[in-house]
């Protein structure tokens, strides 16, 4: 990464105050460019999903690494509860969806309660013997009591498929159907996946982030208190694909000492270590054994540290300065927190980046783990908290006493309940994902980039003022 003009500024940059120059370009393509990291995490899209306890669980974990990304789940969760989290993760099929299922016998209000949980939006019915009957979706069940039998409504003009059928048979065999749903069966006949039209067309322009074997990928996070030791070897022995040791302030002696810990249980997968804003911080959790370090202080959406305590850094500054020096040490380090659209990951990512920490944004899916609730205009949206939040805190001390529980709620710098509204038009995950990553695949070609590391040696910074960033603002409502 270079500037525009070699004008480097005296001051640090948020993502706002920067933009990428076009280069010359001998990449065609969108599809030419290969978005997977090199950090050793096996991931085959630069985005990380952040160990937020309203963002971070299974749905999300599974739904994200089909298609290539990696989800850290939060230290919050009891080990015994992860070991559960991880082993159903890496149960799931690679490319076709976990159905929701019911039998003929159920109520209309118990398929409205799962509809939620999926982006699919389809419920399937089958027998005592789990072989698919018929589906049922949220406009079949609206005008009905809620107390019929799911049989009386669902629909059985089903397609069923064999698991074994690629991606692109599936797509042909739903385009142009009303029913845009595949059921995936055994060789028994028995439910095993759902795909969507849209998701055997994902599945063509995604590579799942599989283990050695074939299974998806997940991530979880420890703290620095207590047996650190005992704690990842808890993480470890459940098969986590990496170790996250995460702290609000990583350049600490605890997080030394937590680091000399988790290396004391020779684990044969990457380690995290955050967070940290300067190249000393890297410097030192690198040198005690970080494989990647988590740069960022106070950027998040629910952070409040900067305005509490005044510390921090502007995010592209910090993301720039620490991955220089992790590369000089062969090191990399993960851009978390600041990111608000699409070109905040390209500018992270060519900044040095080898993957992007998405948090907040997320939690407006339907993936996320919170409940799907409607405002008093009728608009879903599902709560967010910080995890240094008093929400967060509360939940996390509850093993305390209660004059230790309540001290420590006396001081957060989160916020503990936020709305994220679900976009109508991309409500999944998913849909954020492909809007993130045609981003970046489209920065790439300007820059030149057939990888994310050309992309990063290519990539011409310029800096702008406010009415520069404005100006690259859409206005769908005219002026």
Known sequence: MRFLNDLRPGFDLTYDDVFLAPNRSAVESRFDVDLSTSDGTGATIPIVVANMTSVAGKRMAETVARRGGLVVLPQD??????????????SRHPVWDTPLVLTAGDAVTDALNLLPKRAHGAVVVVDRDGKPTGMVDE?????????????????????????????????????????RIALGVDEQGRLAGVLTELGALRSELYTPAVDGHGRLRVAAAIGVNGDVAAKAGALLDAGIDTLVVDTAHGHQEKMISALKAVRSVAPQVPIVAGNVVTAAGVRDLVNEGADVVKVGVGPGAMCTTRMMTGVGRPQFS????????????????????????PRDVALALAAGASAVMIGSWFAG?????????????GQPFKESFGMASKRAVTARTRGDNAFDRARKALFEEGISSSRMRLDPAAPSVEDLLDSICYGVRSACTYAGGRNLEEFHARAVIGVQSTAG???GRPLPRGW
């Open 77 to 90: 969760v009891d080990p015994a509860v992860v070991a559960q989290i991880v082993a159903w993760v890496k």
């Open 139 to 179: 406009a079949a069940c609206m005008g009905v009591d809620r107390f019929t039998r799911i049989g009386d409504v669902a629909d059985p003009d089903v397609l069923t498929v064999p698991l074994a059928m690629p991606a692109r048979e599936v797509f042909e065999h739903l385009h142009g159907r009303t029913s």
């Open 318 to 341: 910090a993301v720039a300065e620490c991955a220089r020096q992790a590369r000089e040490l062969g090191a990399h380090v993960w851009a978390d927190g600041g990111v608000r659209h």
């Open 365 to 377: 899916t339907y993936e996320s783990p919170g409940d799907l609730q409607r405002d008093e205009t």
């Open 469 to 471: 960033f404005a100006e």
